[in-house]
């Protein structure tokens, strides 16, 4: 398989066209539009000043995650999970996901006791929506800290966040790896796997599956090598976004 084969007409190493629309709703005190490719994601960030009674009174703060998608995100509408009367074990999952990779790059006795909950709503999926929500999730937590700040709820000289975070996935297909997967790569890849990375270039969290052939140490050093390098971008996405 050559860089032809994609069917976006992308190289082996190209993200799809990224986009953050940054502040895109105006009753959250952070929030941001972000899009990989056709995929597209609304993160919210909501401020609140206090903690859940399990942390008071220890000088810390908190931050979580919801992920959700919409009914009609794919190509044939899905029941809301309120309907089903409970939230699936991919939504809990994912949902922890960005928690943590949200919490990684904040200092929580910084924070003070005060909580953020990031909502991760995906309005259209074509691969990669938690990759998405993570990286558009920093966005709207950087300025939900801001206004925070502003308000005198976080000390005005007290730095919570630590560094940034974003995430990519990338994968083999056809014994080829590529960077940030399409929905029609993702669904035919003999390796998938999801990066998430700090702005320093630490990782945060891998998570690979081989779907066919197991794969070996010279390729997912490869792949790593791919989401690095796709995460570097990324950041630079997110700095021009909350510059703007």
Not at 170 to 181: E, S
Request: net charge neutral; with cysteine.
């Amino acid at each position: 398989m050559n860089d032809a084969v994609r069917i976006d007409g992308r190289t082996n190493d190209q993200l799809r066209p990224i986009t953050i629309e940054r502040g895109w709703s105006e009753q959250a005190e952070g929030s941001a539009l972000i899009s990989y490719g056709r995929t597209k994601v609304l993160c919210t960030a909501s401020f609140t000043n206090g903690v859940p009674r399990w942390m008071s009174g220890k000088g810390k703060g908190w931050v979580t995650a919801e992920y959700s998608m919409l009914p009609r995100s794919t190509n044939s509408r899905m029941d809301r999970e309120s309907v089903k009367g409970k939230v699936g074990g991919r939504t809990h999952e994912i949902s922890r996901l960005v928690g943590r990779s949200l919490r990684a790059v904040v200092d929580m006795k910084a924070l003070g006791e005060n909580t953020i909950v990031l909502d991760c709503d995906v309005l259209q999926a074509d691969g990669g929506t938690r990759t998405a929500a993570i990286t558009g999730a920093y966005v709207a937590l950087a300025d939900a800290l801001a206004w925070g700040r502003e308000k005198k709820f976080i000390a005005q000289k007290a730095q919570p966040l630590t560094d940034s975070v974003s995430a990519v996935s990338v994968g083999i297909i056809g014994g080829v790896p590529m960077l940030d997967l399409a929905y029609t790569e993702d669904v035919r890849a003999d390796t998938d796997m999801n990066v998430v990375v700090t702005g320093r270039g630490k990782f945060v969290e891998v998570q690979g599956t081989a779907e066919a052939a197991p794969f070996d140490r010279t390729e997912l050093d490869t792949l790593l090598d791919l989401a690095l390098a796709g995460a570097i971008t990324l950041t630079e996405f997110q700095n021009r976004a909350l510059e703007g």
